[in-house]
């Protein structure tokens, strides 16, 4: 695909994901990486809704910017997950209400903030980790996510939002999608004892999809928290 056509590919889904009441103001941001190992970027203070194709940042494989304007100050955070996850072409950034206010409650899981409530959740996001909370821009996020080992597609960051990755960019961004309303899920659920996944039906989805969750088939007494 073309330079231009993954600028207006950014450009087109990162509109979507405004207009719907994805991510507000000028907040998230979007990120592909190019086969010369150098990133298109959305810009610092951009709002998704209102990108432009030709201001979108270019950077090179050490991060150093080529063209456009200056890059969002999340690069930490896009780097350190495209480093860790070798098969990742593309990573959204938002923050989406429900997953953010899924963040601060105090019994999520670091290692699964999410239950196994969907099969749509599990086949887009897989298992969400949770990093505890940093300043917007902070160096200090890419050692958490450096911390997971790869072995996590979709993250929340706490009090602040979700960041996840895809091989490509609309499946990044329907990894995102899913994560939020699994979040919107789990808080209109709390507390009335769901019916959520059993491991059999988990099993099932793992082997017909070929899925890899980090916890699948591991004894997880982390929810205990009396």
């Known amino acids: 695909m073309s330079d231009t056509r993954l600028r207006e590919e950014i450009c087109r889904y990162g509109r979507s ?112 980790a949770l990093v505890p909370y ?8 890419a050692d958490a996510i450096r911390g997971l080992a790869g072995k996590y597609s979709s993250v929340l960051l706490a009090n602040h939002g979700p960041v996840v990755a895809g091989d490509t960019l609309e499946a990044a961004v329907f990894a995102t999608e899913e994560l939020e309303e699994t979040a919107k899920l789990y808080l209109l659920l709390r507390n009335l004892n769901p019916r959520h996944l059993t491991p059999a039906q988990v099993d099932d989805l793992v082997k017909a999809f070929g899925l890899e969750l980090p916890l699948h088939g591991e004894h997880d007494d982390t929810h205990d928290h009396s």
Do not use: C
């Not at 209400?97 to 999520?108: F, G, N, Q, R, S």
């Open 134 to 141: 940093y300043r917007p821009g902070d160096p200090a996020v």
């Open 17 to 128: 994901l405004f207009e719907r009441g994805l991510t507000p103001g000028s907040s998230g941001n979007i990120s592909l990486r190019l086969d010369d190992g150098g990133w298109l970027v959305t810009p610092t203070n951009a709002s998704l809704g209102f990108l432009d194709p030709a201001r979108i940042s270019r950077l090179d494989s050490a991060g150093r910017l080529l063209s456009g304007d200056k890059p969002t100050k999340e690069i930490p955070l896009h780097s350190a997950l495209y480093e860790t996850r070798s098969n990742a072409r593309a990573i959204v950034h938002l923050h989406s209400t429900h997953a953010v206010a899924l963040t601060m409650l105090p019994e999520i899981d670091p290692r699964a903030a999410l239950p196994p409530m969907t099969p749509y959740y599990l086949m887009r996001a897989g298992q969400t």
